[in-house]
């Protein structure tokens, strides 16, 4: 479906101010929910490891659903309002949480953070469709460098101004974090609010794709397939290290809410200047090859990490891998839109979050198994190996590599 010039324009900016919004939204609460679980609600490593891993394993069910609901709608953005503005409502029942009687107030909060899943996986794969509908393929690049790089610049102004108020409180008091929840919320609704005032073109009914979740047309798409082996490899990889860093910096490096704070503004503030250095890259070498080089750099931050507990080496090590992160962030998303034909679009994006939500739930258990049974550095090192075999998996795609060392070694093709 093609939009004109203007329309996309218009489009373009109230995105930005939609997604400002939603950033402001998510670093007033998810960056802290660590924080509020271990200091506050004393949940234990496990739990740590289940805000990343439980949400994921609600978001299998609920992608399905998705699923069905999303490739039959002519109409997405009343869809992605409503999922929207109810995943935020979960952060405002999250203020309540402190009062619930010790025993049982991590799990509660735990279980909080997961069911928010259910609406936020509508959240997610709706805006993913939607979006991609409204921005036309020679835009994506640029716009959507734009668009992260502004809405980075937000969150890093944003989780440094909570950082300073927050270090002026004591690290175990739930107040502080219950106002931030509030503030959250509020920013929740501005975001509805903007997305709202998207202009969409209401498609025809025989536009409405008819490729199921688990169709034979999508794994024969051969863009697509070689993409999902490599992108499911490359985030089970990333996300295993997600609870290591919660949990390394706040038990092993002891960082309280200014720390963790200036850990995430240093690392937001490198993706501010580094989204339109990934963006015109990509446009000159493309998608497929620069995601080669981001997830390289990424495969670092774990074993770096660990070779200090100092809290100014981590800012600068936050501060290095942002580069990278930014890089992975754009051209991954990019890439997804590039490997999905325009008629079935929604069909691929659904079938990549569906197998992703397999890997979310599982990565996280993996990188805790690794923590409790062995110890950080196993678990990190590990992690580091993962990467660097998810950059090569990608490099091999991307530059033919496995072409090569087939004509090398004058080894026939199966069919």
Known sequence: MLYD????????????????????????????????????????????????????????????????????????????????????VFIALMIFVPYINTKYSSWVFVILIAVMNLPGTFFTLSWQAFIGDLIPDDRRNSFFGKRNKQLTFVAMIVTLIAGVVMKEQSSSNALPYQILFIIAFAFGIIETYYLSKHVEIKANDSLIEKVSLFSKRLFRHKPYFTFLICGLFFNFSWQMAWSLFNIYQIRFAHADAFWISIFIVANQLTQVFSYPIWSRLADRWGNAKM???????????????????????????????????????????????????????????????????????????FGVFLLEFFNMNVAMITATILRILSAVLFGFVAYGMGRKVLKKYNIQKIS
């Open 5 to 88: 010039t203007k329309t996309v324009r218009i489009n373009e900016v109230l995105s930005i101010k939609n997604g400002i919004a939603g950033t402001i939204a998510l670093n007033l609460s998810a960056n802290f929910f660590p924080l509020f679980a271990i200091e506050v609600l004393d949940a234990n490593n496990y739990q740590v490891g289940l805000i990343s891993s439980l949400p994921a394993f609600i978001g299998i069910f609920t992608t399905l659903i998705a699923a069905v609901l999303i490739n039959r709608l002519n109409e997405k953005k009343r869809f992605t309002m409503y999922s929207t503005i109810i995943t935020r």
């Open 291 to 365: 995601i080669v080089w981001a997830t390289f750099g990424m495969a670092l931050a774990p074993v770096l990490t660990i070779l200090s507990v100092n809290l100014y080496y981590l800012v600068a090590i936050n501060f290095v891998t942002g580069f990278f992160l930014a890089g992975t962030v754009l051209l991954l998303f990019n890439r997804l839109l590039e490997v999905s034909e325009d008629d079935y679009r929604t069909s691929y994006i659904t079938n990549y979050n569906f197998l992703l939500s397999f890997i979310a739930f599982l990565a996280p258990q």
